[in-house]
C-alpha cells in the first residue's frame, strides 16, 4: 500500500474515533499515571461504563506533562468539546462518569481545561492554563494525545510522513533541512546533528549504524521517557530518517533497563511498524531498508557516554575509551556510527515535514528549536514541559512552574544533573540556551531542572551529585577514580562538623585538576555541581565548616530537635513513636529527646499535634543553644 | 544444561554480543546469576568466564548473591532527594534491617538504591516488585513494605 493510502485510512479511523457517536475515554497511562494509580482509575472506568451500560472507547495515552495532577483522564463526549481531568483517582472515577456522561454535568470542579474552539462555561481552555501557555510542544506533540501502542493513532496525526517525504529527496537534500533547521544534539553536549550525518554519510566505511541513545540516566530527568512511552513512533520515524539519510539499513536503541514500559511500548511500535512497511525490508517500495534492535542497559550510568555506550551494546564491561576517534568515525565494531538521543530524533520528522526554516523560526540566534525539561523539585508544578529556547529561568520557575511550594522563598535551580551547576536567584534572569548556561557556570544537559527552596542544603546537595558520580565511575581512569573519592571525603567531613576552613580551596584546585584531566564527560563534568554550589553560596559552606551549622537544617549532624517543655502537653505521641527510643519522659512530664540515640528522622515532627508545635529543630549542636530559655531558643530556630 | 538456559541461549543464537540481555534474561528467571550457570553460559558462548564475571560486576541491575522474594527499589534520584528520599531510605533499611544491595536472611526483601525512576513528582517514590508508590513519608513507606509477605 502507497503510504498516503495508509494515511488515509488511519485518518477516517482516527476521526471516527474522535468525532462518532461514542465517546471517547483517555486515561493517562504513562510511568507517571501508573505510579498515582492510573491502572486502578482504568479499571474502574472500565467497571461503571458497564455498570450504566455505556459503551465508549476507553484508550491509553501518554504523559501530556503535568504529573502533579495525575491520574489526568479526558473525556470527548459527541458533540462536546474534549475536556481534561486532573486527579481522577479510581474512588473519584463513578461519580465522574455519571455526572458527564449520565447527567450532562461537565463537572467543573474537577476539570482542568477544554481543546479546540468550542469550550464550556466555566472551564479555562487547556493550552492558556499558565502551565502551557508559554510552551511549545515539537518533540512531545503527540505525548498525551494517540494511543502509543497503535501506530494508526500516530500516522493519522501526521507520523510517518516525514519520512515518505524524506524517502523522495536526496540523501544531501535532507541533511541540508537538517543544517537549516540549526538542531543541536539534546543529550546534553550540543553537537550540530546535521554534522554527525554528513560525516558518517561521506564516510566510505561500511555497514554505518545509527544509534539511539535512551539512556536517560541523569537523576532527576525524565524527558526520554515522556517521549518514549507516549509517541514511539516519533523516535522511530526520526531514526529511519537518519538512517536513510547516511545510508545504512542498522538502527539500535540501547534504553536503559529501568524503564520496562518504554521498552514495552518501544517493541509493540516497531512490531506494528514492520508490519505496514514502515521499518523493514524495502520501506514503502523504495530501495531503502531499515531495521531497529533495542538493547538494554542494565544500571551504569556511565553507559550514556557514547563510547561506552557502544562497548555495552557489544556485550563489553561499559567502559568510555580515549575520543578522538569519535564515534562517527569509529563507533560501533570500530564502524562509523551516528549517535543521537530521543529527543534529538524526535524533533527531526517535523523538520522534515515542515522545513528546517521553521524550526529555526523558534529559538535563539545559536540555539534553535525548543527544548523539554523535567521540573521537579520544592516546586507548584512539577511535570514535563518543552518550551523555545531563550526563555528565561524566571519564566520557567515562576508562570510554568507556579512557583516554590508554600511560596516559600526560591534558593537556586539546578540544571544537567550531575555534570551541571545550581544557579542562584541573581541568575533566575538567564535565557534558557547552551551558550548562556554554560557562561554562568552550569550546562543544558538533557534537561533535568531541580528546583530548590531555602530547605535544600547547597552543600547537602553537591555533595549528593558526587556521591552519585562516585559511585558510577568505571574506574579506568586515576583522577576519576581515585580524586572525585577524596573529594567526596572532605565533603562528607564538611556535612558532619568536620571540615576544615582550607577544605574550600582544596575543593576547587582538586575539582579543576580532574576536569583537566579526566578520561570521558562523566569524569570532567563531575566536579561541577561543587564548584557552582562554592562559586554561588560560599557563606553556607562556611557555615558548615566555621560554625558547625547548617543553614538549611538538612545535614543530620548539624541539626538537632528539642522538645520545648512550655508548650508539650505531654500526650507522648513522639515517645510512642520515635523509633530509635530516642525519647524518654514520664506521664504527664514533657518528655527529652537523647540526641545520641536521635537519628533525626523527624517522626516526632509528624506526629507532634500541629497546632501547639514543641518540637523544634534547630541548626547547629545542642550544646550551642540549649542553655537559653524557651522563647530565645524558638527565635532561634525560625530565624536560622 | 538447564533446559531455562538453553532456550534463553537460543533466543539469542548463541550469539555472544547479547551477553548482557542474555544474563538479564537469566537473572529474571532466577533472580540473581548462579555460579555454576554462568559457568554453562561460558562454555555455550565461547566467553571466557572471567570475562562474563567482569561484565556481571561492572552493571548495578545483576547479582551474584541469591535475591529476597520482593525486590525494593528505593529511588534516590535528585528531585526525591531533595523531597527526602534518604529519611524514607532510612526507614526502610530500619524496618527491613538491611542496607541497598542485600537481601535479608529469610530471603524476604532485598533492597536497592536506583537513581532516577522518571517518575520525578510524585516523589520520594519506592518500586515493589515493578509496583509503583509515590509520595512517601518514612512512616508510609514502612507501612507499603507491610503488604509484602
Excluded at chain 1, 469550550?119 to 518533540?139: C, D, Y
Excluded at chain 1, 544534539?185 to 555497514?207: H, I, Q, V, Y
Excluded at chain 1, 512530664?589 to 518540637?615: F, K, N, Q, W, Y
Excluded at chain 2, 556481571?56 to 547479582?63: Q, R, V, Y
Aim: with cysteine; net charge neutral.
Amino acid at each position: 500500500m502507497k503510504f498516503p493510502d495508509i494515511q488515509k485510512r488511519a485518518q477516517e479511523e482516527w476521526k471516527q474515533l474522535w468525532e462518532g457517536d461514542t465517546p471517547l475515554i483517555l486515561v493517562g497511562l504513562a510511568t507517571c499515571g501508573i505510579a498515582a494509580g492510573g491502572n486502578a482509575t482504568m479499571k474502574a472506568i472500565e467497571a461503571t461504563l458497564e455498570k450504566h451500560g455505556i459503551k465508549a472507547n476507553v484508550i491509553p495515552v501518554g504523559c501530556v506533562g503535568m504529573c502533579y495532577l495525575e491520574p489526568i483522564v479526558d473525556i470527548i463526549k459527541p458533540g462536546r468539546p474534549r475536556v481534561s481531568y486532573c486527579k481522577v483517582t479510581a474512588e473519584a472515577v463513578p461519580q465522574l462518569i455519571e455526572d458527564y456522561l449520565v447527567n450532562d454535568n461537565p463537572r467543573r470542579d474537577m476539570a482542568l481545561g477544554t481543546y479546540g474552539d468550542q469550550t464550556i462555561e466555566g472551564i479555562p481552555k487547556f493550552w492558556e492554563l499558565p502551565m502551557l501557555k508559554p510552551q511549545v510542544r515539537i518533540a512531545t506533540k503527540n505525548c498525551g494525545h494517540i494511543n502509543p501502542e497503535n501506530i494508526d493513532h500516530s500516522i493519522a496525526k501526521g507520523g510517518y510522513s516525514g519520512l515518505a517525504k524524506a524517502l523522495g529527496i536526496s540523501q544531501e537534500d535532507v541533511i541540508g533541512e537538517m543544517e537549516k533547521s540549526g538542531l543541536r544534539g539534546r543529550g546534553g553536549a550540543g553537537f550540530p546533528t546535521f554534522r554527525k550525518w554528513r560525516e558518517a554519510l561521506k564516510s566510505k566505511r561500511n555497514p554505518k549504524f545509527v544509534v539511539c541513545n535512551a539512556d536517560e540516566g541523569d537523576p532527576g530527568a525524565f524527558m526520554d521517557r515522556s517521549v518514549l512511552e507516549g509517541d514511539p513512533h516519533a523516535l522511530l520515524e526520526g531514526m529511519a530518517i537518519a538512517g536513510y539519510s547516511i545510508g545504512t539499513k542498522y538502527g539500535y536503541i540501547y534504553c536503559r533497563a529501568e524503564y520496562p514500559l518504554a521498552v514495552k511500548r518501544l517493541n509493540i511500535a516497531i512490531q506494528q511498524a514492520k508490519e505496514k512497511n514502515l521499518l523493514g525490508d524495502n520501506i514503502l517500495g523504495s530501495d531503502f531498508s531499515f531495521d531497529i534492535e533495542i538493547m538494554q542497559g542494565a544500571g551504569a550510568f556511565v553507559c550514556g557516554e557514547g563510547s561506552a555506550l557502544m562497548y555495552s551494546i557489544e556485550g563489553k564491561r561499559g567502559m568510555p575509551r580515549v575520543r578522538p576517534p569519535r564515534s562517527v568515525e569509529s563507533g560501533l565494531w570500530g564502524l562509523p556510527t551516528s549517535l543521537n538521543n530521543v529527543e534529538t530524533f524526535a524533533n527531526v520528522p517535523d523538520i522534515i515535514v515542515k522545513g528546517g526554516d521553521w524550526f529555526a523560526g523558534y529559538g535563539t540566534e545559536e540555539s534553535k528549536g525548543t527544548k523539554t525539561f523535567a521540573l521537579t523539585g520544592k516546586i507548584n508544578r512539577p511535570g514535563l514541559i518543552e518550551v523555545p529556547m531563550g526563555i528565561t529561568l524566571r519564566e520557567i520557575v515562576y508562570d510554568i512552574g507556579g512557583g516554590i511550594i508554600d511560596d516559600r522563598p526560591f534558593k537556586a535551580v539546578q540544571t544537567g544533573g550531575p555534570s551541571g551547576g545550581c544557579l542562584p536567584a541573581n541568575l533566575l534572569d538567564t535565557p534558557v540556551d547552551y551558550a548562556n548556561l554554560s557562561k554562568v557556570g552550569s550546562i543544558m544537559g538533557s534537561g533535568g531542572m531541580v528546583v530548590m527552596d531555602t530547605d535544600t542544603c547547597m552543600v547537602d546537595v553537591a555533595r549528593y551529585f558526587l556521591a552519585f558520580c562516585v559511585e558510577e565511575s568505571c574506574g579506568k581512569c586515576v583522577p576519576c577514580r581515585e580524586g572525585l573519592p577524596i573529594m567526596l571525603r572532605m565533603m562528607e567531613e564538611i556535612t558532619q562538623g568536620k571540615g576544615k576552613p582550607e577544605y574550600i580551596d582544596m575543593l576547587e584546585k582538586l575539582g579543576k585538576d580532574i576536569i583537566a584531566g579526566a578520561l570521558c564527560g562523566l569524569g570532567t563534568s563531575a566536579p561541577n555541581p561543587v564548584l557552582s554550589s562554592i562559586r554561588y553560596f560560599r557563606e553556607e559552606w562556611e557555615a558548615h565548616i566555621n560554625e558547625k551549622r547548617c543553614p538549611a537544617m538538612a545535614c543530620k549532624d548539624l541539626i538537632h530537635y528539642e522538645i520545648l517543655s512550655s508548650r508539650c502537653i505531654a500526650c507522648h505521641r513522639c515517645l510512642w513513636a520515635c523509633p530509635t527510643k530516642a525519647i524518654t519522659g514520664r506521664t504527664l512530664e514533657s518528655p527529652v529527646i537523647d540526641e545520641i540515640r536521635c537519628s533525626r528522622c523527624g517522626t516526632c515532627l509528624t506526629v507532634c499535634p500541629a497546632r501547639i508545635s514543641p518540637i523544634v529543630a534547630f541548626p547547629g549542636r545542642q550544646a550551642a543553644v540549649s542553655s537559653e530559655p524557651d522563647a530565645v531558643r524558638q527565635e532561634v530556630a525560625i530565624n536560622g | 544444561m538447564d533446559d531455562q538456559v538453553d532456550a534463553i541461549l537460543q533466543k539469542y543464537q548463541r550469539n555472544k554480543r547479547f551477553l548482557v540481555s542474555i544474563l538479564q534474561d537469566i537473572q529474571r528467571e532466577y533472580y540473581y546469576l548462579p555460579k555454576d550457570i554462568l559457568k554453562q553460559v561460558s562454555q555455550a558462548l565461547d566467553v571466557p568466564l572471567s570475562q562474563i564475571f567482569g561484565v556481571a560486576t561492572f552493571f548495578k541491575a545483576f547479582s551474584l548473591e541469591p535475591r529476597g522474594r520482593h525486590l525494593i527499589n528505593v529511588c534516590v534520584g535528585t528531585a526525591c532527594h531533595v523531597r527526602g528520599a534518604t529519611r524514607v531510605l532510612d526507614a526502610i533499611e530500619r524496618e527491613t534491617g538491611i542496607r541497598p544491595g542485600e537481601t535479608d536472611s529469610d530471603l524476604r526483601f532485598s533492597l536497592e538504591a536506583v537513581n532516577c525512576l522518571g517518575c520525578c513528582a510524585l516523589g520520594p517514590v519506592i518500586v515493589v516488585d515493578g509496583e509503583y508508590h509515590g509520595k512517601l513519608s518514612p512512616a508510609s513507606a514502612v507501612e507499603v513494605l507491610n503488604g509484602y509477605e
